[in-house]
């Protein structure tokens, strides 16, 4: 069942878009994984009731758990050592979002890594196309890399094992560029994605092609909408935060 207020989320994004009602924001998707069965693979209901849309059984698992966050969080597991895998989330409606302001966020927390292990964030176009808004592998050094249609910048952030990283990106696809933040610090400014024939329309969290060894990762607060907004996160609101992140 949906907690009360998802739906009255997911209410607002739907007569928002119908024209009943004015609002300021609209929110794409929200997964928290707190109202799901623990210690239970995810289920693939969809955006609606917080869960991804596909997930690649047999390359990876995705099972709840009560993580080291602090709250229910989603692990995902590495599980072939030669493939890449990912559990993929949709938009409400299906939605490609191809104007204004789009607002990506997420929890992440991973374990030391061994040489040549990473685990990856991927945001594409609506049914995962080819068209590639940003790669973000997190690397066995604790390095983060970014590649995306117009290149591959390489090395943009670090990051520490075991404990909580927030991952902000903003698009504004009018401007056709992006900003990204690593707990609260901007590490990409402005950057041309390259992309002008599609739009923004799914998350993937995942493994990129191997080898690798064997691993897991967690990610919880998922969130997307076209602006900054309160959500109950592993470190408490940071909705808190929206100044900090708007020019």
């Given at each position: 069942m949906l907690d009360p207020r998802r739906l009255l989320l997911i209410g607002c994004a739907f007569l928002a878009a119908a024209g009943g009602v004015a609002a300021a924001e609209t929110v794409y998707l929200e997964a928290d994984f707190n109202d799901k069965p623990v210690n239970r693979p995810i289920e693939t209901g969809g955006p609606t009731v917080g869960e991804p849309i596909a997930v690649d059984t047999g390359i990876i698992t995705a099972i709840v758990r009560e993580g080291p966050m602090g709250s229910q969080s989603l692990e995902i597991g590495d599980d072939d050592v030669f493939s890449a895998g990912y559990v993929e989330f949709g938009f409400l409606g299906d939605a490609e979002l191809t104007a204004g302001?789009?607002?990506?966020?997420?929890?992440?927390?991973?374990?030391?890594l061994g040489e040549g292990r990473s685990y990856s964030v991927i945001v594409r176009e609506q049914a995962g196309a080819a068209d590639n808004f940003a790669s973000l592998i997190f690397g066995a050094a604790g390095e983060i890399q970014l590649g995306d249609a117009a290149g591959y910048p390489g090395v943009i952030?670090?990051?520490q094992p075991e404990r909580t990283t927030r991952l902000i990106l903003e698009y504004d696809m009018d401007s056709g560029t992006y900003?990204?933040?690593?707990?609260?610090?901007?590490?990409v400014d402005d950057r041309s994605h390259g992309i002008t024939?599609?739009?923004?329309?799914?998350?993937?969290?995942?493994c990129v092609h191997d080898p690798d060894t064997e691993g897991y990762f967690f990610v919880d607060a998922i969130s997307v909408s076209d602006t900054f907004h309160e959500v109950a996160?592993?470190?408490?609101?940071?909705?808190?935060?929206?100044g900090a992140f708007h020019r």
């Amino acid at each position: 069942m949906l907690d009360p207020r998802r739906l009255l989320l997911i209410g607002c994004a739907f007569l928002a878009a119908a024209g009943g009602v004015a609002a300021a924001e609209t929110v794409y998707l929200e997964a928290d994984f707190n109202d799901k069965p623990v210690n239970r693979p995810i289920e693939t209901g969809g955006p609606t009731v917080g869960e991804p849309i596909a997930v690649d059984t047999g390359i990876i698992t995705a099972i709840v758990r009560e993580g080291p966050m602090g709250s229910q969080s989603l692990e995902i597991g590495d599980d072939d050592v030669f493939s890449a895998g990912y559990v993929e989330f949709g938009f409400l409606g299906d939605a490609e979002l191809t104007a204004g302001i789009v607002v990506i966020a997420a929890d992440l927390w991973f374990p030391p890594l061994g040489e040549g292990r990473s685990y990856s964030v991927i945001v594409r176009e609506q049914a995962g196309a080819a068209d590639n808004f940003a790669s973000l592998i997190f690397g066995a050094a604790g390095e983060i890399q970014l590649g995306d249609a117009a290149g591959y910048p390489g090395v943009i952030a670090s990051y520490q094992p075991e404990r909580t990283t927030r991952l902000i990106l903003e698009y504004d696809m009018d401007s056709g560029t992006y900003d990204i933040w690593v707990d609260g610090v901007r590490v990409v400014d402005d950057r041309s994605h390259g992309i002008t024939e599609s739009g923004v329309g799914s998350l993937y969290f995942g493994c990129v092609h191997d080898p690798d060894t064997e691993g897991y990762f967690f990610v919880d607060a998922i969130s997307v909408s076209d602006t900054f907004h309160e959500v109950a996160t592993s470190r408490g609101s940071w909705g808190s935060l929206k100044g900090a992140f708007h020019r």
